[in-house]
Structures are given as structure tokens and as C-alpha cells.
């Protein structure tokens, strides 16, 4: 009789939470439904109208233009400098590295956008041309991670910045 009850009692446990769990699962997949489908492809046109912006200003010299690609709670990690945090560090950051060197050219290329709701994580890689105030031009090939945050006007920034050069160190080839 106990191991008749105890059989009872686990189908009892079995049923109850086999009930439970597909309920979870439906409340999930309702849930997934209620949320709007993202269109990938606005998202990636708007990241890439927001890459053009940023070249422009920053071959043009506008620390305080390609500053303001980046939203106010923003991490820019650059090679060789500390990471910047916030919108006052990036823009100085952004001003004396602009004044160490020049930007000629630079061009992203190979990006991938994934966006994942008020977020987007864009990949890719690029290349840019260096002009110091004395001494030869260096061109450098990056790779780079952005995370972009979509602002309340719709617009995208730039939330999370962290790039680096294909370029091997100085002196080790």
C-alpha cells in the first residue's frame, strides 16, 4: 500500500509539474510572440548612416562631432590608451587623438549587425590611413565590436567601442 501511494504521489508530482511546464512554455513563446520583430535591415542602414557620420567628422578633424555618436553612458577601449568612459572623456579623447594624428582615409568593410531589441552588436573590420604631423603616413587594418543602443528619438549610439590593429608589434617582425 505505501509504495502504491508513493507511486500515486510521484505520477501526482510528474503531471503537476509536466502541466507546469508547458504552461512556462506557452507563457514563453506568447511572450515571444507579443515582441515586434526587429527589421534587421533598418537597423543595419541606420548603423551604417551613423558609421558615414562618424568617418566624416573624424576625417574632418570634428573630435566633437564623432563624439556625439556615442551615447552618454558609453566605454570607448582604443589600442595604447586607457578606456574612456562617458561622454566628456570620449570627447577629449577623441580631441587628442586627433590632434597626435590626422585621419586620410578610413573605410569599415565585412560588417555584421545583430540586433537584439533596444541593442545592436555590430562586427567587422576596416581600414584607416594615419597622417602624424611630422614623419610618414601608417595604414592600418582593425577589427572592432560595437555595441549600439537605440536612443528614445529612434536614432542609434554608439553604447560599447572596443577596437584593435591587425598590424603586428613594432619590432617583432
Known sequence: MQARR???????????FGCSAQAADQTA?????????????AVDQAIDAANAKFVEAIKAGDAASAAANYDAEAIVMLPNVPAMTGAAAISEG?????????VKEMAFAD????????????????QWTLQPPKGAATTDKFKYVTVWKRQADGSWKILRDINNSDLPLPGSK
Open 6 to 16: 508513493s507511486s500515486m504521489t510521484l505520477l501526482a508530482l510528474c503531471f503537476a
Open 29 to 41: 513563446t506568447a511572450d515571444k510572440a507579443a515582441e515586434p520583430a526587429v527589421d534587421v535591415a
Open 111 to 126: 560588417n555584421q549587425v545583430i540586433p537584439a531589441g533596444d541593442l545592436a552588436i555590430e562586427t567587422g573590420s576596416g
Open 94 to 102: 577623441l580631441k587628442q587623438f586627433l590632434a597626435e594624428a590626422s
